[in-house]
C-alpha cells in the first residue's frame, strides 16, 4: 500500500477529504517522529508500539572486496506489534 492508497483509505474509512485525511497522516507521522528523535517510546494500545533501539558498533564486510570495515553505533526506529493487530494478521 502507498502512501496515497493509505490517505484515499482514511479518508474514505472517516468519511473526510483526501486532503484532510493527508493532514492527519502527515502529522500522525511527524509527531512520531519527533517522539522518537527525543528517545521517547509511542504506545497505541492494541496496535503497537515505536521505539528507539541504540545499535552497537560493530565490524562489518565489504562483500564486493572481503574487506573488514568499522560499522559506527546508531540508534534506530523499533516497530511491536501488539495482540489486537497479532490477531488480526493470523
Given at each position: 500500500m502507498t502512501k496515497a492508497e493509505l490517505?484515499?483509505?482514511?479518508?474514505?474509512?472517516?468519511?473526510?477529504?483526501?486532503?484532510?485525511?493527508?493532514?492527519?497522516?502527515?502529522?500522525?507521522?511527524?509527531?512520531?517522529?519527533?517522539?522518537?528523535?527525543k528517545g521517547d517510546k509511542l504506545t497505541l494500545t492494541g496496535f503497537g508500539t515505536f521505539s528507539v533501539a541504540k545499535r552497537r558498533a560493530r565490524t562489518g564486510r565489504n562483500p564486493q572486496t572481503g574487506k573488514e570495515i568499522k560499522i559506527p553505533a546508531t540508534r534506530v526506529a523499533k516497530f511491536k506489534a501488539g495482540n489486537l493487530l497479532k490477531k488480526a494478521v493470523k
Open positions: 490517505v484515499a483509505s482514511i479518508g474514505k474509512e472517516a468519511k473526510i477529504s483526501k486532503a484532510s485525511a493527508e493532514k492527519t497522516l502527515n502529522a500522525f507521522t511527524n509527531a512520531v517522529t519527533k517522539a522518537l528523535k
